[in-house]
């Protein structure tokens, strides 16, 4: 008995707490039509689904009552892609519906507090196509770019780097070159082993464990790919900015380890040398040498970033964006970061849809401890879906100055390229060592 009258009151004390929300957006709503600034109110919120290039893309578009004025929000998480549309539609558009569309703090922090138990990849990317849209909406209505309600710019363009690799070290080497051929001045560099699954390329018969599958074995990809960074900075000197993805593949003691052996490469960082259940390694690796450190595209919670920016054990924080809640999130750990002098390398690989590496640019754009960033380089269909993204030149991203995002969505060429039949439905397989061990990948 007496657990029901709390139930009902803590069920009384939530639908207190939704109600009076509601009054103060009409009472605003009235306020503000008094002095001619009707507030846009949210009419309606779509999700977009597409997979032109190779991964899945999930878009979120937020519609208000006011004629022609809406805006786009990243949700993508690929590898659970067909999760987020229900929580977008099921739970956060009901709450969202009638809701004044210009407050945008104050909807990230009903949307995170709506679910009770927060801060997963699922529903953060749910809140960031909100978010994000949001923002772009508050853009469109100022007639500026997001870059511009972020502070302006403290730079004309922004840094990115190309991801390159080969089986042999030559052939990695030939392929940096090209890259810097290209503008790029950073470069990532992997190698592949012969019949090892490695992250990056893949190459020559499978090597044969005690299993049927892919092998892969941490000793044997950190001697290689010592020997290969340890070439390339030989072979090509010291203009070129070397970053290094272990994709958090070796235990912590090799991580202490590999990160003491790479330090006279001097790479521009060295990135997920621990996995995310481990990073209290960092202060290990902090204590024996000075190879810098970048971490976090696997972070959902603020339990993640918070002790490894406060604690000035990285270098760079690179989270993903969507995957953390959207802009308005990434905006307060970009300016954390900043206060104990970690950059910004936020993750961008092709898994993040063309409005979120768009958000991420805008970002960079006002950040005074920007680092560089992964992808923005939009080609293909998606520049035909996306159009108005940023421009490449010389190894740098240039944005838009439209407002908002300064991004359209051909919606009807996106629904000509829906999510491909898959067998494992866009999720990753898995990948074992030798004796058939499941390693974190
Ligand atoms: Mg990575």
């Known amino acids: 008995m007496q657990r029901r009258d709390c139930f009902h009151l803590a069920a009384a004390g939530a639908i207190g707490a939704i109600l009076p929300a509601r009054h103060l957006a009409a ?150 070159r090209q890259s810097m051929a290209k503008g790029f001045k950073h470069v990532k560099v992997q190698i592949g082993m012969p019949g090892m699954a490695v992250y990056g390329p893949h190459g020559g018969p499978a090597a044969k464990g005690l299993h049927e599958g892919a092998v892969f074995e941490p000793g044997p990809y950190m001697r290689r790919t010592r020997l290969m960074l340890e070439d390339c900075r030989k072979q090509l000197g010291d203009e070129i900015e070397l970053i290094h993805d272990v994709h958090e593949r070796v235990s912590p003691r090799q991580a202490v380890q590999f990160a003491k052996d790479l330090e006279p490469v001097r790479l521009f960082y060295l990135e997920d040398v621990l996995s995310p259940e481990d990073i209290d390694y960092f202060r290990l690796i902090r204590q024996q040498c000075a190879t810098s450190l970048a971490m976090g595209e696997l972070f959902n919670s603020p339990h993640e970033w918070q002790p490894l920016i406060a604690g000035r054990m990285i270098d760079y924080i690179r989270v993903h964006l969507s995957q953390v809640g959207g802009l308005s999130p990434a905006r307060k750990i970009a300016i954390l970061a900043e206060q104990f002098q970690v950059k910004t390398a936020w993750h961008g690989p092709g898994d993040v849809s063309p409005v979120g590496h768009t958000a991420q640019l805008h970002l960079d754009l006002a950040s005074a401890n920007f680092g560089v960033q992964e992808g923005g380089v939009i080609r293909g269909v998606e520049a035909e879906i996306f159009t108005g993204c940023a421009t490449y030149k010389d190894g740098f991203l240039w944005a838009s100055d439209a407002p908002g995002w300064g991004i359209e969505v051909n919606e009807e060429l996106a629904a000509k390229h829906p999510f491909r039949s898959d067998p494992l439905n866009g999720g990753w397989g898995e990948i074992r060592r030798y004796d058939g061990s499941i390693i974190q990948q």
């Open 27 to 176: 009472q605003e709503q009235a306020a503000r039509a008094t002095r001619g600034l009707p507030s846009p109110i949210i009419k309606d919120i779509q999700v977009i689904t597409t997979q032109p290039a190779g991964v899945r893309l999930v878009v979120v578009k937020v519609i208000t009552d006011q004629d022609g004025l809406y805006g786009y929000g990243c949700a993508t998480f690929t590898q659970r892609a067909d999760l987020v549309p229900p929580a977008v539609e099921k739970y956060l558009k009901p709450l969202l519906i009638g809701q004044p569309a210009d407050r945008i703090e104050d909807t990230w922090q009903a949307c995170w507090n709506s679910s009770y138990w927060r801060n997963g990849p699922v529903l953060n990317n749910a809140i960031s196509g909100i978010d994000e849209a949001l923002w772009d909406i508050k853009g469109r209505q100022a007639n500026m770019p997001v870059y511009q309600l972020l502070g302006g710019k403290v730079r004309e363009a922004c840094a990115t780097y190309d991801t390159v690799g080969g089986m042999e070290t030559p052939e990695v080497i030939d392929h940096v």
